[in-house]
């Protein structure tokens, strides 16, 4: 039997007609530099002969998710595999959609890849990397659209095993219902694993069907199969247990953390868009994992521990990134990137190689810190300067002792005071509302420390055109962080907190002009908090919401609230919980919480320790977790649980100078 | 006080460019072109001239873009540069780092003058799916007529103009059980495009296109007000 029989056709030709009439049609025809078209087939030439498929997908619009770098990296890890075809997959605007439910004398258009437009249906994986809880509605959409079966429960062997990834699914458990499986932690080694059990099965004949190849997969102890574990609860509506319903299935699964970063310098064939997306530059992470030891924190959370790419790596990943996309801004990724142990020499370096040309360097996330300004002079050699954004997140020193974010007020002064000597005249300070223990008074800081700010880059620039702007989001806890037994605070009581910081700022005659203030309602904040510490009876809800139309819930203008609790309402009636219960109620030491199974290597006793430390300082007392890349480790439980270490130079390397071929 | 940056040196050469938008690459709106063009000409490692001030452009300008969704082997921008290079050079170097469907046809040094000022008109193909039965009779009608008023909605909302005054050409034939539409178009304020003369075709001859035609620009250059043929703008 010839394999090409069953190669899907192209829905494109079904597409093209009709996308004049969508909005950005670019979005939708692939095409990007460096992009990868394989062969159906391509398998079939290997020792084993068959082919691994996937499909991955950004649950969100092409133009944010075109840029994410996770998509982007197993992209190209999967691709450098003769027998596996990876190709993309983003989340429709409603016109699109409306367009393909419409179809044509075929029947509906379904959900397809932009790399050869084929049917997501027709792979065998269809892995989703959710960076916010807010996709889940985009990936009932996208599998409605493929014509998958909403429910894990109904799918046939037909279907593509539909597989989560990212941060969010540190907790699947709400979208436990949908999906067949979630993988925790880096992806680069898991995905190949994964492949590989499948094709063992397909090189078998598929035995025992979809079962028994997510029951291989479970075994292994990588990847969780929400399937094998039965949730039990309690008549106070807790968690009772959460056990596995057959044997050889673990208790625990473990996250998954890649060990030398130098030997993956991905992407390495960066996706260059015909569209306009969010990001148009070329990123590099230069380490992943942070352990600062920030409480709210969920990504320096589970990335530990911290493990640097090397400056070398670096320098080349750049020089490469810049020739094969033609981006002439790069930027450097990480969770707190002047905290690199070589950012200097690599600042510098870089300087170097890149003077007098328009090739720019920023530095994303970074702390608040004098050393930060040489950075940035470095970075702005060409005479770009990109914006400065500090981030103190609390606005009074208890508020930051609490949140283990140690700035001192003396420190940020002293960093916008070299800022603004240094001829930047606009900084941005980035808060939370809705900490632990926060009081108005906690919030009403922000704007004395915004006055004191303008005040002195008044006084050490001697300029009156100084202007600094303070964005506030709402703070949402998080699994696997020391605040996941904190009570979210109510939208209601946000929304007063800024209102009244905004009066505040606005009705000061001498700095209120000169301090934008940017922020949004705690709405959404509220559904983000059901979302990332729910458990599987808050799947009802994410349909019942999508059901109802819900799509793009990260787009204020799609977004709806009302939808929302409407829906969450009738999808949890009976069920003794609710919004608030899932939302604004402190959790107990003793509560098991939806993702007490799925192991991110933190000690869940180390976290409650550090829950009660934050208490402590709320009331006064004076402890700080320092972070343990410099002070001997604090026993947070990461590397002996996960037999990793902390990878960080110096390597004592220099960035040398590029001959021009 | 920061210091103004350095004032670039002006271009020492212009080349002027010739480029087609083809197959799926014709939904690339003239923005997404012009980003796509700006990285080709870096990773081309094309000795750009810059414009001077604190965010340096590349020197690139654009004429006579096609509208979004159709294609094009007819599209012209002229660059200046910083360095004096073999024309022939650039057009392999930009053909290599452009993705295909965005396709170099053709270098050669600019001469001075404007390049937007020698695009006086375009020469389409439009390939409708209509009996051409229903077309013949429709493009006479249209031809015969005076003005044929049409109404566009534009940036500054919907604006009504005639799209009877710049067609220096027009005529129909069978294509594949469609219709093929041969239109040769003068450029002009308000600028007429094709799709405002299927527009007319409507209004004055009860041509109804189903779904959505495929428009090709075939070429783009001056106008022989005695023969309305379209002259190549780089060769004159």
Redesign the interface.
Known sequence: MSASANVPESVFPRLEPRLPSVSKPIQYVGGELNSTVKDWDCGAVTPEGETVRWALMYPDAYEVGLPNQGVQILYEVLNERDWIVAERTYAVWPDMERVMREGDAQGPIPQFTVDAHRPVRAFDLFGLSFSTELGYTNMLNALDLAGIPLHAADRGDDDPIVLAGGHAAFNPEPIADFVDAAVLGDGEEVVLAISEVVREWKVEGRPGGRDEVLRRLAVSGGVYVPRFYDVVYAEDGTIEAVVPNRPGIPFRVRKHTLMDLDAWPYPAKPLVPLAETVHERFSVEIFRGCTRGCRFCQAGMITRPVRERSIKTIGDMVENGIRKSGFEEVGLLSLSSADHTEIGDIAKGLGDRYEGSNVSLSLPSTRVDAFNITLANEFSRNGRRSGLTFAPEGGSERMRRVINKMVTEEDLVRTVAAAYSHGWRQVKLYFMCGLPTETDEDVLAIADLAKLVIAKGREVSGRNDIRCTVSIGGFVPKPHTPFQWAAQLDHETTDERLKKLRDTVRDDKRFGRAIGFRYHDGKPGTIEGLLSRGDRRVGAVIEQVWRDGGRFDGWSEHFSYERWVSSADAALAGTGVDLAWFTTREREYDEVLPWDHLDSGLDKDWLWADWEDALAAADGSDVEVEDCRWTPCYDCGVCPEMGTEIQIGPTGQQLLPLSVV | ??DQ?EQQAPPVQRLRIRYAKRG??R???H???S??F??????ARVPMA?SSG???HPRISYAGAAP??SASEAEYLEIGLAEVQDPEVVRRALEE?L???LDVVEVVEAPGGSLADLLEASHWLLDLDVAPEAAGPAVETFLAAETVPVQRMTKKGLRDFDCRAAVVALAAEPRDGGTRLDLVLRHGVPSVRPDDVLAGLASVGGLEVA??PLLTRLAQGPLDPATGEIGDPLHR
């Open positions: 006080m920061r940056p799926r690459l939904f690339t709106s923005r997404d072109f980003r796509a700006e990285r080709a000409i870096f990773r810059y604190f965010n340096p979004t969704g780092s993705p295909d469907g779904g959505a």
